[in-house]
C-alpha cells in the first residue's frame, strides 16, 4: 500500500535555530511531492511543492526541501526559524494514476522563544 | 494563488440531522475536488473523490449514503451529512485540483462538525 511517513509527531525547536521535518514515502515510479502548512483551527496552505526539475524547491518564506528519490525521502528544512513558523506540517504525495494526495501523519513544529 | 472557499465554517446540529458543507473554487475551474476528514491531532483521511458530472468515488469504509456528495458545477461540490450523530464530528475540509501540468490541489478553510 502506498504510504507517507513522517517520523517525528513534534518538533520543539528554539527561535532562530536551524529545523528539519522529515517525510518519507513508499517508493514508486512516478510522484508529486508537497508540503502543507496547517495553523491552528484553519485548513491547509501549500508550502512547496515537487513535480519535476530541480530536485531542490523552496518556498517564499524560507523554507526549503529536496527530493531524493534513491531515499524516497522529501525532507523540509528551514535555516531559522520564527515563533511565527509553529504550526503543523504535512507531507503528502500524489502516485501516479491517483489524483488524490496521501499524508503522512504530520509534524507539530514548537518555536520556542 | 487559486482559492477555495468552504462554507459555513462551523456549525452544531442535533443528532439525527443533516448537515450540507459547500466547497467552492472561486477562481478556477475544478473538474475534480476532494473531501477529506480530519480528526484532531491527527492527518487528513481522504473520502471521497468528487468529478464534476458523474458520481463520486468514496473510499473504502465511507458510507456513500451517509456522506452524499453532488458536484454539480465546475466550481460547486456539496457534501452533506445525512442523519449526522456524534461520530460524525470532526473537521472537514475539501481541496480542489487545479488542471493543467501544474496541477496542485488547493485547500478550503474546512468545516467543523459538532453533532450534539
Known amino acids: 500500500a502506498q504510504s507517507v511517513t513522517q517520523l517525528d509527531s513534534q518538533v520543539p525547536v528554539f527561535e532562530e535555530a536551524p529545523v528539519e521535518l522529515r517525510c518519507n514515502y513508499s517508493?514508486?515510479?512516478?510522484?508529486?511531492l508537497f508540503w502543507y502548512v496547517q495553523y491552528p483551527n484553519q485548513g491547509l496552505q501549500l508550502l512547496l511543492k515537487?513535480?519535476?526539475?530541480?530536485?531542490l524547491v523552496e518556498s517564499i518564506n524560507g523554507f526549503e526541501a529536496e527530493f531524493n528519490k534513491s531515499q524516497t525521502s522529501f525532507h523540509l528544512r528551514k535555516p531559522s526559524v520564527h515563533i511565527s513558523d509553529t504550526a503543523e506540517y504535512f507531507c503528502a504525495v500524489s502516485y501516479t494514476g491517483r489524483r488524490a494526495l496521501t499524508f503522512g501523519s504530520g509534524t507539530r513544529l514548537q518555536v520556542q522563544p | 494563488g487559486a482559492v477555495v472557499s468552504q462554507h459555513p465554517s462551523r456549525v452544531i446540529c442535533k443528532s439525527g440531522t443533516s448537515v450540507k458543507i459547500e466547497c467552492r473554487s472561486l477562481?478556477?475551474?475544478?473538474?475534480?475536488m476532494f473531501w477529506y476528514r480530519q480528526f484532531p491531532k491527527q492527518s487528513l483521511m481522504l473520502m471521497a473523490t468528487?468529478?464534476?458530472?458523474?458520481?463520486?468515488?468514496?473510499e473504502q469504509g465511507v458510507e456513500k449514503d451517509k456522506f452524499l456528495i453532488n458536484h454539480a458545477s465546475l466550481t460547486l461540490s456539496t457534501l452533506t451529512v445525512t442523519s449526522a450523530h456524534p461520530e460524525d464530528s470532526s473537521f472537514y475540509i475539501c481541496?480542489?485540483?487545479?488542471?493543467?501540468?501544474?496541477?496542485?490541489?488547493?485547500f478550503g478553510p474546512g468545516t467543523r462538525l459538532l453533532v450534539l
Open positions: 477562481d478556477f475551474q475544478a473538474t475534480t
Open positions: 515537487y513535480l519535476s526539475g530541480s530536485t
Open positions: 468528487s468529478n464534476e458530472g458523474s458520481k463520486a468515488t468514496y
Open positions: 517508493s514508486s515510479v512516478s510522484v508529486y
Open positions: 481541496s480542489a485540483r487545479s488542471s493543467g501540468p501544474q496541477e496542485t490541489q488547493y
